[in-house]
Structures are given as C-alpha cells and as structure tokens.
T-cell receptor, first 115, second 112 residues
Framework: ETGVTQSPTHLIKTRGQQVTLRCSSQ?????VSWYQQALGQGPQFIFQ???????GRGNFPPRFSGLQFPNYSSELNVNALELDDSALYLC??????????????FGPGTRLTVL | ELKVEQNPLFLSMQEGKNYTIYCNYS?????LYWYRQDPGKSLESLFV?????AVKQEGRLMASLDTKARLSTLHITAAVHDLSATYFC????????????FGEGTQLTVNP
C-alpha cells in the first residue's frame, strides 16, 4: 500500500511569485486536505477536496487555490507569495464511507521558503 | 469557532519520570487525535479516540478522552529520550469533513 507522497520536498521562491505543490493520496483514499504549518505552530486547515471539488475551506485568502484530479491526486496553488507564506505545507488523505470521514494520513510535507 | 488548547507548551523531563499533557477543546466533537512530530518531519498518528471514556495505550504513551469535560490527556510513563518530539492533539468531527483543528503542540524534551 502506497502512502501519501508530496513534491517537491523543499522550495524557495521570492515574494510575488506563484507556486504549485503536489500531493498523491494514499491508495483507496478519495479525499485530500491541505494544511499550512508555520514554524513553531500547529497545522492550520487550508481546504479539502472531495470528488474534484472544494469541500470546506479554512481562513485563507483566495490566492490559495487547489485542484483534485480524477485519480484523487491534488495540487495546492499559491499566487502572489508573501513572506508569511513560508511554512511546511502538509497534505493529508482520507476516505469517505457514506457520509462518514475516516482517519487522515499525512504526507511528508513541502517546506516552502519565501524570500 | 472551535478552539483547541494544549498545556504545557514546553515540557522538559528526566528519563524515568511520568508526566501528562492536557488538551482542552471548546465545542462538542466526535473525534480526537494525537500526533507526534519530529523536527522537520511530518505528523505521525499516535491515537484516535472516538468516544467518551476511550483509553488507548501504546508503549509508554496512554491517551484518554472525556467528552463531557472536553478534555483529552496524553500520559507518559517512565519517559525515555526517544520520546523527545512535539505532540499535537487535533479535534475533528465525523460530520465536519476531514477538517482537523490542531492545538499549538507540546514540545517534549526528555533528558538523560
């Protein structure tokens, strides 16, 4: 069984640029959630994708956007990067059974540094 | 808005000692999770607690849940250096999608 994978591992961008982060969900999972973890803090929920549509969003501006593909993999796009976007970005996958959401499993994360 | 508070935020303890980390949350929730995070790494799932009175143990760690008090505890027994890490509790609901609300984390250092 393949776990959650993310790419790239590390990324350095400059303020104002755009970035795309990628996530492949665990086999059998159909839901992907993205979290931002700033240094020394707990992860903050960005949004979740289910059946290729956004299904819940945290307190993040519209310049944070995403996609989910038919194979359940996902992208997180961030436009107009700001210094405060520097963080570890975590992807988590889970499965939905009926109306019940099952445990999430986290990927290794992408460390984004904005200069 | 759901809030999750952990205490202490920093914990330094000697090997062989016992200690408890507390996690309080502000609204009713279906599920509580405990995760471990090593520096620069992702989150490792430790426990999933689904009902009032649930208790789970793995090695030197034991987690419990009191939904009436909106409190979960992570108890460490006879700590060893390998337990040094940051521990997070997270609250989610079966009906809230897979959105988790995390505490700030407890940075545990176990000294020889």
């Amino acid at each position: 069984e393949t776990g959650v994978t993310q790419s790239p591992t590390h990324l350095i961008k400059t303020r104002g640029q755009q970035v795309t982060l990628r996530c492949s969900s665990q086999s059998g999972h159909n839901t992907v959630s993205w979290y931002q973890q700033a240094l020394g803090q707990g992860p903050q929920f960005i949004f979740q994708y289910y059946r290729e549509e956004e299904n819940g969003r945290g307190n993040f501006p519209p310049r944070f956007s995403g996609l989910q593909f038919p194979n359940y993999s996902s992208e997180l796009n961030v436009n107009a990067l700001e210094l405060d976007d520097s963080a570890l970005y975590l992807c988590a996958s889970s499965s939905v059974t009926g109306s019940s959401y099952n445990e999430q499993f986290f990927g290794p994360g992408t460390r984004l540094t904005v200069l | 808005e759901l809030k999750v508070e952990q205490n202490p935020l920093f914990l330094s303890m000697q090997e062989g000692k016992n200690y408890t980390i507390y996690c309080n949350y502000s609204t009713t929730s279906d599920r509580l999770y405990w995760y471990r995070q090593d520096p620069g790494k992702s989150l490792e799932s430790l426990f999933v607690l689904l009902s009032n009175g649930a208790v789970k143990q793995e090695g030197r760690l034991m987690a419990s849940l009191d939904t009436k008090a909106r409190l979960s505890t992570l108890h460490i027994t006879a700590a060893v250096h390998d337990l040094s890490a940051t521990y997070f509790c997270a609250v989610g609901g079966e009906t809230s999608g897979s959105r988790l609300t995390f505490g700030e984390g407890t940075q545990l250092t176990v000294n020889p």
